[in-house]
């Protein structure tokens, strides 16, 4: 069987056609949900890039991978969606980016240039496109074209909406990708991970014209009191990120659109390349992001804070083998479940480090009464330390600079690290700006996430035992590596 894992970064649940938005024209997405099954209620477990990324990949939520901010180590010792391709005999091949930081100790002393920042590669991934921050193979590729465009992805994707669709950065991906595969026997594993629909909000040729602003409805004003301090400190943050106006986030949400619809576009070309080679039938497809996207709701933009705009993704699982397909998933999904279900799905050992439970049986049609919350967090203490604090009266520790969150389909509760909590009555207000009244609700809700954390903690060494009585009982499979 062949292997194809995609990522389409900070892509929110609800901003495509098989996640029910009324406006957004994605028919390839569509059609591979038609084919496989959606995961209604899918969420990534941190933001920004790099912790989002690094808890998909190594099936680990934050407060385990320790992966915090885009600029922290992977730890050498993780095992990751690549090991666990090598481990059932493939060769992972990368097409994009990863955003994972090498860990120090692995670093060719402190002049290493890999120390200088988060843009690397997940280890175990074979090259077959790598797109740093710079995007210096594409940009040439402009340039051969003869568009004049300066290196670095921020300032050379604003100017995608006056460039041809055709030379946009995820059409570079594709034709690279389609190239590579004309070359490969049957039995390949591919990682594309696509950067589009991320900021910069500027669409590629006529896709940015795609969507009449007047039509696009505009995002959630944010609550009128109770607010938390993290809240206001980014909602001071976010002016320097988003218009201020009507028509400007209008616009800015129009491009948005149309950046999800190119990428699916491109998508459609994958999927043709595939079926050319008569191997659509032998082909298993999952897609997922590894954060959302605020777009104007409660006041914020881009991916922060604690609300589910940043962490509700798009999940899609397409085995050709599996019956019934067309299904939504309605219990809750997490990016962490993607690892083990990966693994029993290829048939090799799920690494033991995994927080994330298998999806085989859930995408079998089981049902799963253990899945009814959904759980996230976010680390915030680089932001405090550069530009704002929730609390500039006082010096925070890094440590209280995080949250946790917990969120069924009537409670979202949110525990700050400095021992605040916010609880929101979904039942009755699902936009998440009407706090919980019934106390004994919001201490159920607070101890059910104790209790995740209680029983997610790091095991390291802790499942083995060292005695003569149990010499040989146990294999590398099921005991994680240590840092």
């Known amino acids: 069987m062949n292997v194809l894992v ?13 996640g029910g938005h009324p406006l957004v024209q994605t028919p390839t997405l569509d059609a591979l949900a038609r084919e496989g099954v959606t995961l209604a209620k899918h969420f ?37 969606i690549a090991t666990v391709a090598r481990d059932a ?11 994972q930081g090498v860990d120090p100790v692995l670093a060719d002393g402190a002049d290493d240039p890999r120390l200088d920042s988060y843009d690397g590669v997940l280890p175990g991934l074979s090259v077959g496109l790598y797109l740093p921050e710079s995007q210096a193979g594409w ?15 921020e300032v050379a994707l604003r100017g995608e909406s006056e460039r041809p669709a055709e030379l946009s950065l995820s059409a570079f991906l594709t034709d690279r990708f389609v190239s590579w595969l004309d070359r490969q026997p049957s039995g390949w594993f591919a990682y594309l991970s ?41 909602l001071q943050f976010a002016p320097s990120r988003a218009p201020q106006d009507e028509q400007g986030m209008r616009h800015l949400r129009a491009q948005y659109y149309g950046m999800i619809s190119e990428v699916d576009d491109q998508l459609g070309r994958v999927v043709e390349a595939i079926q050319r080679r008569g191997e659509w039938d032998d082909t298993l497809v999952v897609v997922t992001s590894d954060h959302g996207d605020q777009l104007g709701d409660h006041g914020l933009v881009e991916k922060l804070g604690f609300f589910p705009q940043s962490y509700h993704v798009v999940g899609v699982w397409r085995d050709p083998r599996r019956a019934d397909p067309g299904r939504r998933v309605t219990c809750y999904t997490e990016n962490v479940d993607v690892l083990p279900t990966l693994a029993e799905t290829l048939g090799v050992p799920v690494p033991a480090q995994c927080d994330g439970r298998s999806l085989v049986g859930v995408l079998d049609g089981a049902d799963d009464p253990t899945r009814r919350v959904a759980h996230y967090e976010w680390d915030y203490r680089w932001y405090a330390q550069t530009g704002w604090d929730v609390d500039p009266t006082r010096r925070h520790t890094s440590g209280e600079h995080n949250l946790a969150v917990s969120v069924s389909d009537d409670v979202a509760f949110v525990q700050f690290a400095d021992g605040s909590s916010r609880c929101f009555d979904l039942a009755a207000d699902p936009t998440w700006r009407t706090p919980l009244s019934d106390p004994d609700r919001e201490l159920a809700t607070a101890r059910e996430q104790l209790t995740w954390r209680q029983r997610h903690q790091a095991r390291g060494y802790s499942d083995v035992l060292l005695s003569a009585q149990r010499r040989g009982w146990w294999d590398r499979s099921r005991v994680p590596a240590t840092g």
Do not use: K
Request: charged share 15%; net charge negative.
């Open 194 to 234: 696509y950067l589009r629909p991320h900021p910069p909000y500027a669409a590629a040729g006529h896709f940015s014209r795609l969507y009449d602003p007047a039509d696009v409805p505009l995002p959630l004003a944010p609550a009128t009191s109770d607010r938390h301090p993290v809240h206001e400190a980014a």
């Open 89 to 99: 005999g493939y060769d992972p091949t990368l097409f994009g980016y990863t955003d």
């Open 6 to 18: 995609i990522t389409l970064d900070q892509f929110r649940a609800d901003s495509w056609g098989g």
């Open 44 to 80: 990534s477990q941190a933001a920004p890039c790099s912790p989002g990324r690094a808890a998909l990949y190594t099936g680990t939520y934050q407060m385990n991978n320790r992966v915090v901010a885009n600029g922290t180590p992977l730890a050498r010792h993780m095992e990751s």
């Open 139 to 153: 940009v040439q590729w402009l340039r051969s074209h003869g568009h004049d465009v300066p290196y670095g992805w």
